[in-house]
Structure formats: C-alpha cells, structure tokens
C-alpha cells in the first residue's frame, strides 16, 4: 500500500484514530495515538516527536526522534472499542531526517539490502514458531526482605487435587500436553480465536495445538514470508495472542522457562532463500537434497551460533532453556529430524520449493528484527567464505553425551557467554553496516546491565542451599 492509498484508506474508511506502533531497543511494541482528522500527508515527512532516551535509543542529552509511519504495513487493531487503524512506523533522527543507526526494523531493512546486493534475484523467507504458556494465575515480586514468583494453570497436573468446585479432572500429566485433545486441552477455544484474527489481520496460520508443557504450553505456526513482512507480522502476533488471552481473563507469557522442570518455550525459525518464491535450498543430487547454497548457508549459522545467541536469546532466563533433556539444543550440530539439533532440517518436506532449515535454539525474548537480520547475516556469510557444516549428527544426543563434548562445541551456558561471543566474533554482522557498531554497544550494554540485576540478588533456592551455613 502507498503513502497515498493509506491516506485515502483512512479518510473513506472513518476510522477515529489513527495508531502508529513501532519496536523499542529490547524487542517489544511501544505506541502513540492521534486523532485520525490529525493524519495529512504532512505526517509522512514531519513524523511524530518520541523521546529515544526513555526507549533505550539514546542519550537523555539527545533525546528527541520522530517515528513516520510505513503504510506497507497496517492493520485494524481488534482490541480498540473505538475505530482504530494502526500503522509500523519507523524510528528516525532529526535534522537531517533519517534512519536511525539502532531502530531494530531498519537493520533488518539493512540485512534484506546486503542480500540483494550479492543476489539480486533472491529473497529472505522466514517461519517462525511461537511458543508460550497461558496461565490463570500471574503473581510475582521482589523486595530487599523477599521475592518470589507465582503460576498456575488450571490444566496443570498439580492442580489434580484443588477442592473447588471448578476441578472436574481432566488435568494434563507432567511433559505430556503435545497434541492433547478437550477436555484436557481447555484452551483451543483461545486458540481459534486467536488464529481467526491472525486471518483478518493477514497473518496466514499453518496449525494451532496444545504443546508439550501440561501447563497449558501453546503452539501457533504460521506461513513463511519474506524476512521484513514475516519480521512485522511476529510483532502482531504476539500482540494478538497477549491481548487474546487478556481477553479470556488469561496471561500470556513467552518467557522461555517460566516453570521448573517443565518444557521451555522456543521461537523456532524456519528459514530459506527463494527465487521467485520457490526454494533455492533444494537439490535432489546433493545429500540430504541440500544444495550447495543451502549447505554454506547452514555452514555460517553453525559458526556463528555462539554469537548469534546474544540476540536470539538475549535474556538470562533464556539457558535456563537451553539445557539437556528437554529438546533444547546445548551443542552446535545439525541433523535431518532431530529435535535436540541446533539447527534441524526436517524430515517431513515433501516439496521442494520448500526446503529449508529451522533454527531452533532461538526464544521470543528476542528482538524479532535483530534475530532475523543476525541469522540471514550468519547464512550470508557462510555463502560469501563457503563454510562446510560438516556431517550432521543423526545419534540420539540424550545416549551419547560423553562423546557430544569432545566432538561438537556447546553453545554458550548463559548470557554472559553469549554476549562474550559475540564480542569475539561480531565481523560478519558489521559488513555493509548492517548492524552499525553503536547499535551492537548499545545492545551489549543493556543486556549486561540485565545480567548484573539478576546478579546482585538473592534467589530463593539459595536458601534451600546456604540459609544454613
């Protein structure tokens, strides 16, 4: 859609208020409001005022940016009461106006232009898989003299024994919620009501079920599309799925290991490169039917996996994830099938302009854009240098263990590590200045900053351990 049929769009079609939202530094939404008689085409060049220093952006010093809006992306927002046509907007400077070196969105734009560069003809596809729990009770604080968390589901196993008049049984055992059916699985109904506003909003659902986690763990999948769109369209997702379940007087949470022994919550991401919409990975004389391209691809994001952790799974909570046992990857390796597989190239492909690879060590504390641009960079790459990913490992990883850590590098263990590796290798995100330098300080300053939070405070099973001492 142009500037000019937007326009159009929002005078014919009435609306009262126009939304512009646009991604902070961290990943999530932030939003601003006008009235829809204020939206001229005066507002495209002007853009809206926002303080980046309170958005992670910038410096109190230097804090005022404007946002325009990009009407190739707009929706009708489905949780206004008033009509509300909201639009993506981008986060620029000012005198002169221009792209703003850390707006997430145009890295990801920046990304998407280096691939041109080295291959006019191709296209960044990516498929994310989104993972997370629905919980009925959200409780949670820390003070100098307590802290402590809170959640329940009314599906979980634990609450098999509640004396209210709400239990009727029909609880999910422990790590045995994939797939299940009602009356176990209470929450399909959310699910359809969430894939049917995916519909309106133009968000194409490939299968919704319950996920392995008893505690109500969600799976929503959805079709492949170019990085930038698919980038826009993750953001309205988990902003439909959050509010959906706001809605059914339920929270919604992507955090990757919200329970104790109980499965993590992944963002997979299935990836390709495409000639006019049909999948150059694929070649039918090659092993595994991976083409050359598809290989060296795979090559750079195994070599950059460590790195490119820092912002597929920037946050601590994220390798509380990442650990043996539970179909999270812990080692760098690839494999056709296997769920344990940093990166899976899975089995079930029929079609060949289709074939691809899935990230899977990736969480949805990511920011969406920074993550997709990472991986693509990491794939280019691996193309530019024609990085070998070797053989892939089709053992069962749970039985072999001992072997694992001779033969295959672990991915790092907490944040810390990642944002170390990606320190020691950050070159092939820099190329072109995709990803500007001030962008990857700003980036490691915030995350260390969230590491030395969780670091100087007291976790309650310290107590369990030292209380005693």
């Not at 850390?102 to 890295?107: A, G, K, M, N």
């Not at 699910?191 to 194409?204: K, N, P, T, V």
Request: net charge negative.
């Amino acid at each position: 859609m142009t500037a000019d049929d937007f326009l159009k769009k929002v005078k014919d079609e009435k609306y009262e208020f126009v939304d512009f939202k646009f991604t902070d530094m961290k990943g999530g939404w932030r939003h601003i409001t006008i009235p829809a008689e204020n939206f001229t085409e005066k507002t495209y060049t002007d853009g809206i005022g926002v303080d980046g220093s309170s958005i992670g952006f910038l410096s109190v010093k230097a804090g005022d940016m404007i946002i325009i809006p990009d009407p190739s992306f707009n929706f009708i927002d489905p949780f206004w009461d008033s009509p509300t046509i909201s639009v993506i907007a981008n986060i620029c400077e000012v005198n002169p106006t221009e792209p703003h070196p850390r707006d997430p969105r145009f890295t990801a734009t920046k990304a998407v232009k280096r691939l041109k560069k080295l291959f006019p003809n191709l296209e960044s596809y990516m498929g994310p898989e989104f993972e997370f729990y629905l919980f009925d009770e959200v409780r949670y604080a820390q003070s100098p003299n307590h802290g402590f968390y809170y959640l329940d589901a009314e599906e979980a196993e634990w609450n098999s024994g509640d004396d209210s008049d709400l239990n009727l049984g029909h609880k999910i055992r422990y790590k045995d919620g994939y797939h299940a059916a009602p009356p176990q699985d209470k929450t399909y109904e959310i699910r359809a009501h969430i894939s049917r506003l995916f519909s309106e909003a133009g968000i194409h659902v490939k299968y919704h079920h319950h996920e392995v986690g008893g505690a109500s763990q969600q799976e929503i999948e959805t079709a492949f599309s170019p990085l930038l769109e698919m980038a826009d369209k993750s953001q309205l997702a988990k902003y439909i799925i959050k509010n959906s379940a706001s809605r059914f007087g339920k929270s919604a949470s992507f955090m990757p290991k919200p329970l104790f022994m109980e499965p993590g919550s992944g963002l997979h991401v299935h990836q390709f490169l495409a000639k006019e919409g049909k999948s150059v990975f694929y070649n039918e004389n090659m092993p595994l039917h991976l083409s050359e391209v598809a290989r060296f691809y795979l090559g750079g994001l195994l070599k950059h996996a460590p790195a490119l952790l820092a912002f597929t799974n920037p946050s601590t909570n994220s390798f509380k994830r990442l650990v043996p046992g539970f179909e999270a990857p812990v080692w760098v390796n690839y494999s056709v099938g296997s769920r344990t597989a940093a990166v899976r190239i899975p089995g079930y492909i029929k079609d060949p302009a289709m074939m691809r690879m899935e990230f899977r060590s990736s969480d949805a504390t990511a920011n969406i854009y920074l993550a997709f641009a990472a991986m693509l960079m990491a794939g280019l790459d691996g193309i530019e240098n024609k990085i070998d990913p070797g053989e892939p490992l089709d053992d069962d990883t749970a039985k072999m263990s001992g072997q694992m850590s001779s033969k295959y590098p672990t991915l790092p263990e907490s944040l810390h590590l990642a944002i170390e590796a990606l320190d020691k290798d950050c070159e092939f995100l820099l190329k072109d200045n995709v990803f500007a330098p001030e962008l990857i300080d700003t980036w490691k300053k915030l995350k260390y900053n969230e590491i030395e939070q969780i670091r100087q405070r007291p976790h309650p099973w310290e107590f369990r351990l030292y209380y005693d001492a």
